[in-house]
């Protein structure tokens, strides 16, 4: 369990915002934490990090990318403190929920990092908010442990059959939350949809006969669409009760059903295992947890004394009770099956229980797999098994101090906040009582030893699958495995069929981009599949725009017979004779606006032949884009379009400097690439030759680099000493790429333009800095639907954000 960074707010000198710790240190704080599946954090704190000086009370609401942590975006300040944060599957929305009733949930238009708006706002008046659940999409996706060697997906990972929480017409899921009230309130909130101009509906419901005190709770998913609640009200001598709940839409209402299950005492374990922390008169059961966040049917109860803690595991189980023969019609006895909650193990602890946390998703559907995650009072943090208890690792949070005399330092009693774990199980956030956040390794779900590459390549294909984002796994991983890892997951991909290949390959390209981004010997290997990812969008976008003609047969679509023509041939101007003119027919105006990406695709095209020379291995190190037959004739393919299209309207072609103004640029480098194709990795002395002189005939637009920003995931973590000690609106100089090269101008990444030396608004990816314009260009049905395939994330993966110069 290392310790990645941490991430503190350094006092100005003079300010009052020691003193204001020192104040707030003796209020019962309400800091919470919480992972996104993109890997996107919410917390809350009780002081303003803007502003240092700050002497008013407030409590406020934080996002940030786990790859910037110390870049804050503010959501909200409020004057109530924040009882619960709560991501939903997506990533898309945000529940705010505070101790005086009001329920806040907060989304991102057109997926901008730093603007969120309010999307809905619900006050419950008079009550507390304890937890809350989004709906279930009814969506669950497992390693399949009998086929965990399958070469294909399909059979290594399992849709377990799991119902959505809230059907709608049709039996679509439903958007919503569940609520939980101290007061025992339940409250179903159903979100509009966006596509039509319905209300909001929200009921309510006592969860139990009568309304009860909670101190404690927990929602879990059931398999039938149902959700699990488990309450107490930390009196110890009191049950910890159980609930099923459903919320059904009935026609524009909702209603809901609570139904209460079996409870138990925690003083009814065994006495042999009973300890003394259940006994003690100050015993208070502080947290509740199920086992498990889909399915569940066992809890893990801390109870908390005076200076020791101990946990239990309870399971639900199927117990045969004996029936006395006077009830029976026979002589032999008889059994009476029921269910029964059963004690199953403990773990006691020297300290207090501070925090609780359980894996979000099991790779495998077991409890077997997965971990438990506590903290106590010492600031020590225990990684448990879920299902025994028994510890895998344990560590201690250190807390750095300012650069302060020792005798000058207030001593703060500085504890462990809130904790929340990653989607994929593979780093732990704290936030402490000073609104500090750190961050640590966790082992592997599956194989608690050591991070190996088999289970690197499950995760990723999970991934893959899932539509999850792996950043958390980028930051455990050693650079000595990254190479085995991309071998091992594009062996894997290439054993796939091939509609999947077609499905998922723009995914793959991503996830094998960021791995070599890991690595300093791989910043080639990334640039050249960032522009292959780029080459393959802009073939498919321009591709959908052919059309049969009316009087083919179908069966040969304009695209394949494309890529037949192409084959073979070293005369652009031989492959459009054998082609069907009205199938390549696009309007001009289309094409116009198509201009920068066709004028990108010639430029790489150039680039990648004037690099032919050192791409010898007598010579210097391989181009793998050079090397890839695959993005060679698919860059031939788009020089015939681009030849095609032309023809159409001469205005879209791309633009060349050139040494002869009679030289036909398109069919010299159709020629050229032609003669590559044929053998990629030897090419002929003439080939060479011919590319030497290719500089002097045409001038080459340098292509831009992916910008390697000041990002965690990079090969300077690697080198760096961790604990990482960052500060918040601070970007870190010792994760600074020293060769990062800086441009005169600022390139739009997806249009491909030049947006100027410093553009007043743009939008930035907060993972690989790549700039985008916000400004609309001409908008065809074309460039539309060019521009809403990188609407929700930029090619590396990452949210964008909106940068204003000023």
């Not at 800091?31 to 502003?51: L, R, Y």
């Not at 997806?750 to 743009?762: A, E, N, V």
Request: glycine share 4%.
């Amino acid at each position: 369990m290392d310790h990645i960074f941490s991430v503190t707010n350094r006092p100005t000198k003079g300010s009052n915002s020691l003193k204001l710790q020192a104040i707030f240190s003796k209020i019962d704080k309400s800091i919470i934490c919480a992972i996104s599946c993109t890997n996107v954090i919410a917390f809350s704190t009780q002081s303003n990090i803007e502003e240092n000086n700050s002497i008013f009370f407030s409590t406020n609401v934080y996002v940030a990318d786990l790859n910037t942590p110390w870049q804050i975006h503010k959501i909200i300040t409020t004057s109530s403190p924040v009882t619960v944060l709560q991501w939903d599957f997506t990533g898309k929305f945000l529940l705010i929920g505070d101790e005086n009733g009001c329920v806040r949930i907060y989304t991102t238009p057109d997926h901008i990092l730093n603007e969120w708006n309010l999307h809905l706002e619900v006050p419950l008046e008079g009550e507390h908010i304890l937890a809350a659940a989004f709906f279930h999409p009814g969506k669950k996706i497992c390693l399949n442990t009998d086929k965990k060697d399958s070469p294909c997906y399909f059979d290594k990972f399992s849709n377990i059959k799991f119902a959505c929480s809230v059907k709608q017409f049709g039996g679509r899921p439903a958007n919503g939350a569940l609520l939980l009230t101290t007061t025992g309130m339940l409250a179903a909130i159903l979100l509009p949809q966006t596509t039509s101009q319905s209300p909001m509906v929200m009921a309510t419901e006592s969860l139990g006969p009568t309304r009860i005190f909670i101190k404690t709770a927990d929602i879990c998913y059931g398999k039938n669409g149902h959700f699990l609640i488990a309450v107490s009200s930390g009196d110890p001598s009191m049950p910890v009760q159980c609930y099923t709940v459903s919320v059904k839409k009935v026609e524009e209402k909702c209603v809901i059903t609570s139904q209460s299950l079996l409870s138990f005492f925690l003083f009814e374990a065994p006495k042999e295992t009973l300890k003394q922390v259940v006994k003690d008169k100050k015993c208070t059961i502080s947290h509740i947890k199920w086992i498990m966040r889909e399915d569940a049917d066992s809890l893990v109860v801390a109870a908390n004394s005076d200076n020791q803690s101990c946990l239990q595991v309870w399971e639900l189980r199927e117990k045969a009770l004996p029936v006395h023969k006077s009830f029976g019609n026979s002589e032999t006895s008889q059994f009476y099956n029921t269910v029964l909650w059963q004690y199953q193990c403990h773990f006691q602890y020297s300290s207090r229980v501070t925090a609780l946390e359980i894996s979000k998703l099991s790779l495998i559907n077991s409890v077997s797999s997965g971990y438990i995650v506590v903290t106590f009072s010492d600031n020590t943090v225990h990684c448990l098994y879920r299902d025994t208890l028994k510890p895998i690792a344990s560590t201690a949070l250190s807390i750095a101090r300012y650069d302060e005399p020792m005798s000058k330092m207030p001593k703060f009693n500085t504890k462990i906040a809130s904790i929340d774990l990653s989607w994929l199980g593979n780093v732990l956030l704290i936030m402490d009582s000073d609104d500090n956040l750190h961050l640590f390794k966790l082992p592997p779900q599956i194989d608690s030893s050591t991070l190996t590459v088999p289970y690197c390549t499950t995760v990723l294909e999970y991934c893959l699958i899932g539509g999850f984002d792996w950043l958390d796994l980028m930051l455990v991983l050693r650079p000595s495995m990254i190479e085995a890892v991309c071998d091992r997951l594009t062996e894997s991909f290439s054993r796939q069929p091939q509609f999947v290949q077609q499905y998922f390959y723009v995914q793959l390209l991503c996830i094998k981009t960021s791995l070599y981004r890991l690595s300093a010997n791989g910043q080639s290997k990334a640039n050249d599949l960032s522009s292959f990812l780029m080459l393959h969008s802009i073939s498919t976008a321009f591709k959908s725009l052919l059309r049969p003609s009316e009087m083919n047969s179908h069966e040969k679509s304009p695209a394949d017979s494309l890529s037949t023509e192409a084959e073979g041939q070293t005369d652009v101007d031989k492959v459009l004779m054998h082609l069907e003119a009205k199938e390549f027919t696009v309007e001009p105006s289309t094409l116009q606006s198509l201009q920068q990406l066709i004028q990108w695709v010639a430029d790489l095209a150039l680039n990648l032949l004037v690099k032919v020379p050192d791409s010898r291995p007598s010579i210097g190190k391989s181009y793998e884009l050079i090397k890839d037959v695959k993005a060679l004739n698919m860059l031939r393919e788009m020089l015939v379009l681009i030849r095609i299209w032309g023809l159409l309207r001469p205005a879209c072609l791309p633009v060349f400097i050139r040494s002869d103004a009679n030289m036909d640029v398109l069919a010299l480098l159709f020629r050229l690439l032609s003669r590559l194709v044929q053998n990629v990795n030897e090419p002929d002395d003439a080939l060479v030759d011919d590319c030497c002189l290719l500089p002097s005939q045409v001038q080459v637009q340098q292509m831009q680099p992916l910008n390697n920003r000041t990002v965690l995931a990079s090969p300077q973590l690697s080198q760096l000493i961790l604990p990482l000690q960052l500060e918040f609106n601070t970007e870190p100089e010792c994760l600074t790429n020293s060769s990062d090269l800086t441009t005169c101008q600022t390139i739009d990444s997806i249009r491909h333009l030049y947006l100027g030396k410093t553009p007043r608004i743009t939008k930035q990816c907060v993972r690989c800095g790549c700039s985008a314009g916000t400004t609309p260009v001409t908008r065809t049905a074309a460039i539309r639907a060019w521009d809403q395939r990188w609407l929700k994330s930029c090619q590396c993966g990452g949210q964008w954000k909106m940068q204003i110069c000023t």
